[in-house]
């Protein structure tokens, strides 16, 4: 059966969008935001920069959409590890920091311009709301490991927020200079268990769960 003309329209409504978003996402990760112009996306994904328009009430919107499912991933990632219970909290700790540097690394330009380019208002506020997810995540794994007897007690917001500022802070240096080294991932993940008072894991050990 024919389908109806309404719906044909809302799929190529859906594909130009995801179409448009692709672009956006893909020039993001080649040169940052600095190269993200409306025009750009427009030719990238093979559409009048009207039709952006369309789908975007303006550049700020269209990348802080760019950057909520870019950061959402890398998030849902990390939650995953600190969601497994049969590990270690001191582990689940461990195995994040190094995840979250090791996919920093390998695409620097993204990874840079999530934690620290310049950007639009809305992008920012974008930002501010993946600072937050990380911080109940990591929050939420420090009470779990002072319940469990595995960290001392302490104030897990506050250690929380001081560590996913310190660990951002100390890639944003090295990502802008496509720098981040072995050396630097395994000082992050030192200091993450030195902060919270977990036991040191060798990588051996992280890695025998990966």
Known sequence: MARHPAHLADERH???????????????TEGGYAQASMSAVARRAGVATGTLYRHFDAK??????VFRDAAGREEDLIAAIVADHD????ERLARAVEVFARRARA????AYALMAEPVDPAVEDARLESKRRYH?????LLEEGTQRGELPSHDAEVVASALVGALQEALIGPL????????????LIGFALSA??????TGEEI???G
């Open 14 to 28: 859906r594909q130009t969008r995801r179409r448009i978003l692709e672009a956006a996402r893909a020039i993001v």
């Open 60 to 65: 700020g919107d269209l990348f802080a959409e």
């Open 87 to 90: 590990v270690p909290v001191g």
């Open 107 to 110: 695409a620097p330009t993204l």
């Open 136 to 140: 109940e995540v990591f929050a939420a």
């Open 176 to 187: 802008a200079k496509h720098q981040a080294s072995e050396a630097l991932i395994a000082s």
């Open 196 to 201: 919270v008072g977990a036991v040191q894991f």
């Open 207 to 209: 890695h025998g769960h």
